[in-house]
């Protein structure tokens, strides 16, 4: 069976010497990890105390010192970042072992969504997990990527014989880059 971590970390890894990435639901820390091993330095947001511990821990166990890990939405990132983003991940849906009344919103994924798109260096890349917990949030998503200019490269990874698996979306931006 796929792994959609390792799928996700692998679409990450198409961005060569990244300078800072951000995880938009940073939930125990994997993505994180995983791009504070590659970045310069990672923006790491959740809203759950939860989170940002599992998180904090991770990394210390690790041994990472590059990771600003931060309680706020992720609709907010932009007040804490004001440069040009080489990698961005959104792991959607509910902490696995938190409070699952706790989740992603269409409203706050789109509001910072766009804002990530906008902050995207020009050879930079965004994926996002979608779990089918939330079939407006994952509407509203394929609507507004579909949508994006042809300086945008955008995929979508999904297993197609097996119900309500969670599926990827890529959106690369294209310019300096040869795309396919």
Request: charged share 25%.
């Amino acid at each position: 069976m796929i792994n959609i971590t390792d799928l996700s970390h692998k679409l990450l890894s198409e961005v060569n010497a990244p300078t800072i990435a951000v995880d938009m639901t940073c939930g125990n820390g994997l993505d994180t990890l995983f791009m504070a091993n590659q970045a310069k330095y990672v923006f790491a947001f959740d809203i759950q105390d939860l989170a940002i511990d599992e998180t904090n821990n991770l990394l210390n166990k690790n041994g990472i010192n590059n990771v600003k890990v931060i309680k706020a939405s992720h609709e907010l990132f932009d007040t804490f970042i004001n440069q040009k983003i080489d990698q961005v991940i959104y792991n959607l849906g509910y902490l696995p072992k938190g409070d699952k009344s706790i989740r992603t919103t269409a409203k706050t994924v789109m509001i910072s969504l766009r804002k990530a798109v906008d902050l995207l260096s020009d050879s930079g890349i965004i994926v996002i997990v979608v779990y089918l917990h939330d079939l407006i949030e994952s509407k509203a998503i394929t609507k507004y990527v579909s949508k994006l200019s042809k300086e945008f490269d955008v995929m979508k990874y999904e297993i197609l014989n097996k119900t309500n698996s969670p599926y990827i979306i890529k959106i690369r931006k294209n310019r300096g880059i040869n795309s396919l």
